[in-house]
């Protein structure tokens, strides 16, 4: 029988390192401890060793993914080239798009080292919107805040 007094502590300190990222990360920024609470249940956290894919290009996207630890590589394949995009770290979010569309992935997410990510996916997010809107909007909001921030800042690269 499990000494449920010693599981509660194991827990306790899973979860607020849980809580701890998500307040720390773009989309959950400024919600109350008890909202931070909720999306702590919706969110699962994987692991993945080093060089191992997250996703693929071109896979169907489900989820979205906060960083815990690690680094991922984003890369995309332009005229049979495998192009670096970007290498995001602890607390940077990516696959955002997934949590609002229903398309295939436009870039492949690799783990650079030993990595763990939270991940949130969009039927999460879906039952949120019926169970709480009012802070399935706030994150609705924030999504839609990082998009328009990274769609200015791709518009400014091509100029």
């Known amino acids: 029988m499990p000494n449920i007094f010693w599981d509660d502590i194991f827990k306790l300190s899973k979860k607020a ?24 249940k919706l969110v699962h956290l994987r692991q993945y060793s080093k060089n191992e894919i997250i996703f693929n290009e071109n896979e169907s996207g489900q989820c979205m993914y906060i960083i815990k630890s690690g680094i991922v590589e984003i ?8 192009i670096v995009l ?4 602890d607390g ?5 798009i997934s949590l609002v569309e229903d398309t295939p992935r436009d870039a492949t997410a690799k783990s650079i080292g030993k990595t763990e990510v ?20 706030f994150i609705l909001f924030r ?10 800042y791709k518009n ?4």
């Open 75 to 82: 890369s995309k394949i332009i005229t049979s080239k495998k």
């Open 143 to 152: 999504l839609s805040m990082i998009l328009g921030k990274r769609l200015r």
């Open 17 to 40: 390192s849980i809580l701890e990222v998500l307040s720390n990360s773009p989309i959950c920024k400024d919600l109350s401890r008890t909202n931070l609470i909720k999306i702590s």
């Open 92 to 96: 940077s979010i990516f696959g955002e």
């Open 86 to 89: 970007t290498k995001l770290d």
């Open 118 to 137: 939270l991940t949130f996916f969009r039927s999460d997010l879906l039952k949120l919107i019926d169970k709480d809107p009012r802070l399935s909007s």
């Open 156 to 159: 400014i690269k091509i100029k």
